[in-house]
């Protein structure tokens, strides 16, 4: 048989080859391993079994490669993250309130594996900042953070920046 589908369907036995020895009178001593259709279809069934090992193995090779560089860029966006929000207040005057007005900021991207081990820094930008008081950060967790407005200012927008050391 000479069709490739029949040598995908052999196994691979590697033959140990020998040669055939004659003595000085020309009677064999030693009959060597034939070459045969046999031994031929098996070294086939080898090359092409390699072949498709190396061709798996690109493939997870590739695979891995992309998962390295998704890993990779997980750091990256854990390493340092920056963005903005605002605090808007609910009481009229900002004197009188039940609570302190506060902004859930939501992390995008890769959840923060060293959660709560970061530090966000918050710096604000617009709005009425000498009136802002001051701006706290808590409740950190791996997707997000909260910040809270202690002062009386109806609305301050603020600059955060997630530093992550550890990553």
């Given at each position: ?48 079994l ?49 609570s ?51 002062g ?16």
């Amino acid at each position: 048989m000479s069709d490739t589908k029949y040598l995908r369907t052999l196994q691979y036995e590697p033959t140990e080859w020998e040669d055939r020895v004659k003595d000085q009178n020309g009677n064999v001593l030693v009959e060597g391993t034939p070459v045969n259709e046999v031994n031929l279809n098996n070294i086939e069934a080898g090359i092409l079994l390699a072949h498709y090992d190396i061709g798996v193995l690109v493939a997870f090779l590739a695979q891995q490669t992309n998962l390295n560089k998704l890993e990779i860029e997980k750091y990256k966006k854990q390493r340092l993250l920056q963005g903005q929000a605002t605090i808007t207040s609910s009481a009229s005057n900002g004197y009188f309130r039940d609570s302190e007005p506060f902004v859930q900021v939501s992390l995008t991207g890769f959840a923060q594996i060293n959660a709560p081990n970061y530090d966000v820094l918050v710096t604000p930008i617009s709005g009425d900042a000498g009136l802002a008081g001051r701006l706290e950060v808590y409740d950190k967790t791996q997707n997000g953070f909260k910040v809270r407005m202690t002062g009386s200012a109806q609305s301050v927008t603020f600059l955060w920046t997630l530093i992550n050391p550890a990553v």
